[in-house]
């Protein structure tokens, strides 16, 4: 299948074997594929012929397709809901005539919708997002002078709600559709800072294309275009980028750069006050947990060590967004992975679930952890499997 690696091939047959509590050679006397091939399919260094992948997936009781393509995307009312949402922004700038409501009344369901993305309330906002952009596409279209900026900000900060869905839901075309209408929509409010949220939003399309390196190079152009920030709004927007850029040098392994976003980030953090601004959330809080993802993305033993024992100290306050606590023991479980700790791992993985169960249900790395976890405890941990299967981890 395009796109699947002999490796990720391996790990699937691997995770799959263990769930089904089977040795090599008992695969081996249920399907007739030798122990050395096996080996050599597991391991990513052989790509399997059909009939072996066929006489695989028989043993370890799974399809072929599933050990191509992976377990499958959950079962979820936003799969419904999606199509209405492509319908609605196909015509966004020759919406139908209809009626608009007033403006507190429209800024009043954006701030529901807000409020949903962050507490990661998916399904609820897919059957919602496309009556309420098709209204504020309608809204924006008839607006005029200072109430056509006003409203162009509201439809901005919803679209990013449907983007959300769309990222999280792994509709990364139509992810990368809404985030460029949320900037079309930025311009038209022309609000520095609300630009600054949409540079922030569209490092998610380069998440998405690994291109990690022209995305660095966007959030920092977008915090050269930005004003001094003179106040909180444009202070929180510039930490915002400075602490999604730290992050992404992280991941490319960048050290220096990555810490000297986090300093920046450090110095305007700390002159806000923690909340959301533009549907992000920046303050103290939000810096401590970005310090703990750089750390992850470093990758680098003794960073990892510190900030597992800064967890022992600290935990992000409930009044939190669900989906910024969530993405905190996230990382904190993949932190302990790396450090060889799969037991306290998979129970941050739990906290993490607990707080925002379709945030982590819909999470690639902790699917990825999680098929790690089954295959190290050789599908014995009948927790994990559980937890495993309701994330189609396996």
Do not use: C, N
Not at 276 to 291: C, F, K, M, Q, W
């Amino acid at each position: 299948m395009p796109g699947t690696t002999a490796t990720a091939l391996g790990e699937r047959v691997k995770t799959a074997r263990h769930v089904a509590g089977l040795t090599r050679r008992q695969v081996y006397d249920l399907s007739g594929v030798s122990i050395s091939m096996l080996r050599k399919v597991e391991d990513g260094e052989r790509w399997p012929s059909d009939s072996v992948l066929d006489a695989l997936a028989k043993a370890v009781q799974t399809t072929p397709e599933e050990l191509l393509a992976g377990p499958g995307r959950t079962d979820s009312r936003v799969h419904h809901a999606i199509p209405a949402l492509q319908w609605v922004i196909a015509a966004y700038d020759l919406p139908d005539d209809g009626p608009v409501r007033p403006l507190p009344q429209l800024a009043a369901e954006v701030d529901l919708a807000v409020e949903d993305r962050v507490q990661s309330q998916y399904a609820r906002l897919a059957e919602q997002m496309p009556s309420l952009l098709e209204e504020l596409f309608r809204a924006v279209d008839q607006a005029h002078g200072a109430e056509r900026e006003q409203t162009a900000h509201l439809l901005a900060l919803a679209i990013r709600s449907a983007d959300a869905v769309a990222y999280k839901y792994g509709y990364r075309d139509l992810s990368a559709r809404l985030v460029e209408l949320m900037r079309w929509a930025a311009s038209i409010a022309a609000e520095p800072a609300l630009e600054a949220a949409a540079a922030y939003v569209r490092m998610e399309t380069y998440f998405a294309a690994d291109q990690l390196a022209p995305g660095l190079r966007s959030l920092r152009a977008a915090v050269d275009r930005m004003p001094a920030p003179a106040t909180a709004p444009l202070a929180a927007a510039r930490a915002a980028l400075h602490m999604r850029a730290a992050v992404t040098a992280g991941r490319m392994r960048h050290a220096d750069e990555a810490r000297e976003h986090l300093r920046a980030a450090e110095a305007l953090a700390g002159r806000v006050r923690e909340q959301l601004y533009d549907g992000t959330a920046v303050g103290p809080d939000s810096l401590e947990i970005h310090r703990l993802a750089v750390a992850v993305e470093l990758g680098d033993p003794q960073d990892l060590r510190e900030a597992v024992t800064a967890a022992s100290r600290w935990a992000p306050p409930r009044e939190l967004p669900a989906e910024r606590r969530s993405h905190y023991y996230i990382d904190l479980g993949r932190a302990q992975m790396l450090l060889g700790q799969p037991q306290h791992a998979k129970e941050s993985l739990l906290v993490a679930r607990q707080i925002a169960p379709q945030h982590v249900r819909e999470h690639g790395q902790v699917r990825a952890e999680l098929a790690t976890m089954v295959r190290l405890s050789r599908g014995r941990d009948e927790q994990l499997l559980q937890f495993a299967r309701w994330a189609k981890a396996v």
